[in-house]
């Protein structure tokens, strides 16, 4: 039960509250904090996709929810520069400019003050460790790849907070219990936990399916999937073809396969492969031909319906 007027959280372990997060790029991460199963999040707080998130989601609310938001709400905060440092040379030639003084400014947007601020703890935490974060960034043999790949989970953190509030309900004792999972483990401290097992967790413990499966549909799916975030290149849906099976793990299901696809680029339609590496028998992986050695985490809830048996030849 939770009492708006307090805002406090009672741990009655209800297994009538839903959240539902059914084909998010981030349904896994978003279905372990609202059921407050913290030790199977592979994420720390202290990371700056774990920030984004936050910051976007309270983003989100404050602007599809505001209604429901209660008096004492804060303003959300933007950074902007309040001073550029402009270097020239000897012929007054502009060669350097640089933000050296930011302010905080009101964006417009309000959230509720006790997740304002987690939200502002968790990104002191990442402030003083910009230094380490930045050195790992530059001395990263796949440096540019990872880069690409923020841009995909950017995008697919933006096309998640399009639909969020069109599955729950702002008001909902699920979005709440959510939010106050979120806050607890933005600050590091024990969960309210619910008892029924996350279908992500238990899928990776049951293992793939056995039998024969249709990879083409299986890996059009994670590629179409995949694709909404892509930046520049736009995936020809239905183009899967030449499946091969690289590899298989000891019960006989695969550990590698590869296919090629069709997609329109800059220079037109052309052609790229896709290999994707299993874990117990489910997609853990997919390296696309671009950058061969960028892992991309499949959608969960694709990976889910494989687990389920949906992708099965009879």
Known sequence: MIDDKHWVFVDNTSQSLEFNTDGLYYAEFLDYIFRGHF???????????????FDAYLRTYGKDCKKYLPANSVPIMNLECAVETVTRNGYGIETNRYCSEYRTVPSGLYARPELYSAKVQVEKLQSGDALRTAVNMMTNPN???NSVDMIHKINGLQNDLLQIFQLNSCNSEGVRRFEENLR??????????????SKYA??????????????SKLIDDLVINQSRTWAFNRYIPGSISDVSVLSEDDKGRPAVIKANYTYNGFSGRSNGWVKIT?????????????????CKGPSSSIVASYAQGRYSID
């Open 143 to 145: 440096a540019f790849g």
């Open 278 to 294: 299993f874990k117990n028998g489910l997609p853990d992986c997919l390296y696309f031909f671009d950058f061969p050695n960028n």
């Open 184 to 197: 607890l483990f933005a600050l590091n401290k024990p969960s309210i936990r619910m008892k029924e097992e």
């Open 39 to 53: 030790e199977n999040i592979q994420l720390t707080r202290e990371e700056m996709e774990f920030i984004t998130i």
């Open 202 to 215: 238990k899928m990776k413990n049951t293992g793939g399916p056995s039998g024969t499966q249709n990879f």
